[in-house]
C-alpha cells in the first residue's frame, strides 16, 4: 500500500489549504480500514486532524472541527483536506495515514510541506 | 482529550546501550491502545508498537513495549546506529487521537 499527499506548498493568510491523498496498492473502500490525515508544524509534534471511512463517516479533532472538511472519492482512490481561513500557526507538514480498525496509523504518505505566507 | 507525556525530553546513549522511555497518560487508555511510532529526520512516522506491546511487522525484537492503564515503556535493548530518531506514544482508544511530545533519542 502507498499513500501520496499532493496540493500547493503555499497558501495565503485567510485562504483555504486543500491537500489530496492518493492510496495505491490497496482499495479505499476496504470495510476494516480508515483514512486520516495528520500534521506536525516544523520541529514539533504530531497533532491529528481527522479520520474519514470509505462511506464518508468522518471524526474531527475538536480543536479544528471548525474548519476542517474531509471527504473520499472512491472511484479515484483519493481522500482530501480542506483547512479554512488558514494563519502561520497552520504552516506544517500534512501527512495522510491508513489506520486500520482496532490499530493505529499503520501507513504513512511521505508528508507535504504547507506554508501559510502572503 | 487524553494527554500523552513523554519522558525524558531527549535521551543520550550510546550504541549498546538499552533505552528505556517512558509515556503517561491523563486518563486510562482504553483497551490498552497505545501505540508507539518511530520518526527520523526528513521522513514520516514508522509504526513499532501497538496494543501496547505487540511489535509490527518487520520491527526488530529488540523494540518492546509494556504497560496498561496510564503508564507505558518502550524499551529498546542494544541500540543500533538508525535507532536513533524521535520516538512517539499515540492513543488510539479514545477521540481525539491524540500524540506525546516526543523523546528524541540521540547518539552520546
Known amino acids: 500500500l502507498q499513500l501520496q499527499e499532493s496540493g500547493p506548498g503555499l497558501v495565503k493568510p485567510s485562504e483555504t489549504l486543500s491537500l489530496t491523498c492518493t492510496v495505491s496498492g490497496g482499495s479505499i473502500s476496504s470495510t476494516t480500514h480508515y483514512w486520516g490525515w495528520i500534521r506536525q508544524p516544523p520541529g514539533k509534534g504530531l497533532e491529528w486532524i481527522g479520520t474519514?471511512?470509505?462511506?464518508?463517516?468522518?471524526y474531527y479533532n475538536p480543536s479544528l472541527e471548525s474548519r476542517v472538511t474531509i471527504s473520499v472519492d472512491t472511484s479515484t482512490s483519493q481522500f482530501s483536506l480542506k483547512l479554512s481561513s488558514v494563519t502561520a500557526a497552520d504552516t506544517a507538514v500534512y501527512y495522510c495515514?491508513?489506520?486500520?480498525?482496532?490499530?493505529?496509523?499503520?501507513?504513512w504518505g511521505q508528508g507535504a510541506l504547507v506554508t501559510v505566507s502572503s | 482529550e487524553i494527554v500523552l507525556t513523554q519522558s525524558p525530553g531527549t535521551l543520550s546513549l550510546s550504541p549498546g546501550e538499552g533505552a528505556t522511555l517512558s509515556c503517561r497518560a491523563s486518563q486510562s487508555v482504553s483497551g490498552s491502545y497505545l501505540a508507539w511510532h518511530q520518526q527520523k529526520p526528513g521522513q514520516a512516522p514508522r509504526l513499532l508498537i501497538y496494543?501496547?506491546?505487540s511489535r509490527a511487522t518487520g520491527i526488530p525484537d529488540r523494540f518492546s513495549g509494556s504497560g496498561s492503564g496510564t503508564d507505558f515503556t518502550l524499551t529498546i535493548s542494544r541500540l543500533e546506529p538508525e535507532d536513533f530518531a524521535v520516538y512517539y506514544c499515540?492513543?488510539?482508544?479514545?477521540?481525539?487521537?491524540?500524540f506525546g511530545q516526543g523523546t528524541k533519542l540521540e547518539i552520546k
Open positions: 496494543g501496547a506491546t
Open positions: 495515514a491508513r489506520r486500520t480498525s482496532g490499530w493505529p496509523f499503520d501507513c
Open positions: 499515540q492513543q488510539y482508544g479514545s477521540l481525539p487521537y491524540t
Open positions: 474519514i471511512y470509505y462511506s464518508g463517516t468522518t
